[in-house]
């Protein structure tokens, strides 16, 4: 078997993600893999859905791999019945022959595209379910993810998180699901980790929201001001003092950027969605050797008692709370980076091979 499908709910051309690391993985090691972007999880409006169906790339796809093959999909959220009785029907005459010998990694929660109730009449040979969200606690439409996930969970072969939070349910449920953490990919090891801490320098770099926490970004902002790499959203933009946003850099390019600070700000907020969720930066900024500030509660990840600073809400003793943190963090550059170079995509994906019981080289 040498065929992988990668149902993905983001594009090629955004940010990189697992999906990415993941596709690029396979690839490498001899797969034909096919990366169907972006299977939508939200309703979109029917401009933003003719322009994913029909348009063609204006640009070449970023850091595209041999052996990866782009396809568009024409999957509807199954929010709606008429949706739902459309990807049965999507599925059966037209998705169904494209799956032949393939093996289906999903990170969507759209059991149809393993055939669901119709499972029996797959073509595929294995599937697997990537819970990258908490599709238990998610924004929209949350009852009818509810269902979504759980009829995931019958219908896919392996269930995969990158959560531990969501990895602990799913032992409680007694239900098998593997844990693969985010890792860091090889462009991101690089031993240039001298850094000077006398005087704060912070970055964030990824997708900046208006759902996250912005409160954090204004205050870093506010003291020390902060440089932005990546996306941010048009109503953040040029409205936050001290903010100073670069536009997006080539992955290839960005942990060279990124070291040039020694202050790296998570700010994901405190809700149970975010909370679950495992980011991809997370072991990309171990291995700059920064410093990593954020208020959220990320205790279960391995490495942030040791590496990171977690603020409190009140913002009267930050200043005091950051200084004291980087003058001591230049004792633990090393140690910091090391534990980054143990945590590779390579090897989380050579263990997740050895789950999904499929070969690699």
């Not at 844990?179 to 006398?198: A, H, Q, R, T, Y």
């Not at 945590?343 to 499929?358: A, G, M, P, Q, V």
């Amino acid at each position: 078997m040498k065929k992988v499908i990668i149902y993905s709910e983001i594009d090629w051309n955004f940010l990189d993600q697992r999906h990415h690391h993941l596709a690029r993985y396979f690839a490498s090691n001899g797969y034909h893999v096919v990366f169907v972007e972006r299977v939508f999880s939200r309703i979109p409006k029917l401009r933003t859905l003719l322009k994913k169906i029909f348009r063609k790339h204006k640009t070449l796809p970023k850091n595209i791999s041999k052996n990866i093959f782009l396809r568009r999909s024409i999957f509807l959220p199954n929010t709606l019945t008429i949706f739902f009785i459309t990807n049965y029907l999507i599925w059966f005459f037209f998705e169904r022959n494209k799956q032949q010998d393939a093996y289906i990694y999903s990170f969507v929660d759209n059991p149809i595209i393993a055939g669901g109730v119709f499972k029996r009449y797959a073509k595929y040979e294995k599937s697997c379910f990537d819970i990258i969200h908490n599709w238990w606690e998610f924004p929209w439409n949350n009852s009818k993810h509810k269902m979504l996930v759980e009829n995931c969970l019958n219908v896919f072969d392996k269930i995969i998180t990158d959560s531990p939070k969501i990895h602990k349910k799913l032992s409680q449920r007694k239900i098998d699901s593997y844990l693969m953490l985010p890792g860091v990919s090889e462009n991101w090891i690089k031993d240039n980790i001298d850094k000077n801490f006398e005087k704060a320098k912070p970055v964030f770099f990824g997708n900046l929201r208006t759902n996250s926490d912005i409160g954090l970004i204004k205050t870093i902002s506010k003291l020390y001001g902060i440089d932005v790499y990546g996306i941010i959203d048009s109503e953040l933009e040029n409205k936050i003092e001290g903010l100073n946003y670069k536009g997006s850099v080539n992955s290839k390019v960005l942990p060279k950027v990124i070291s040039q600070y020694n202050i790296i700000v998570l700010p994901y907020d405190k809700k149970s969605f975010s909370l679950s969720i495992s980011p991809a930066k997370y072991f990309e900024s171990l291995a700059t050797g920064c410093l990593i500030i954020t208020r959220a509660s990320f205790e279960d990840l391995p490495g942030f008692n040791e590496f990171c600073l977690k603020l409190e809400d009140s913002s009267d003793t930050y200043p005091d709370d950051i200084m004291g943190a980087l003058n001591n963090h230049h004792n633990l550059v090393r140690p910091q980076f090391n534990y980054a170079k143990n945590n590779t995509w390579d090897i989380r994906f050579k263990s997740l091979c050895k789950y999904l019981e499929i070969s690699h080289e």
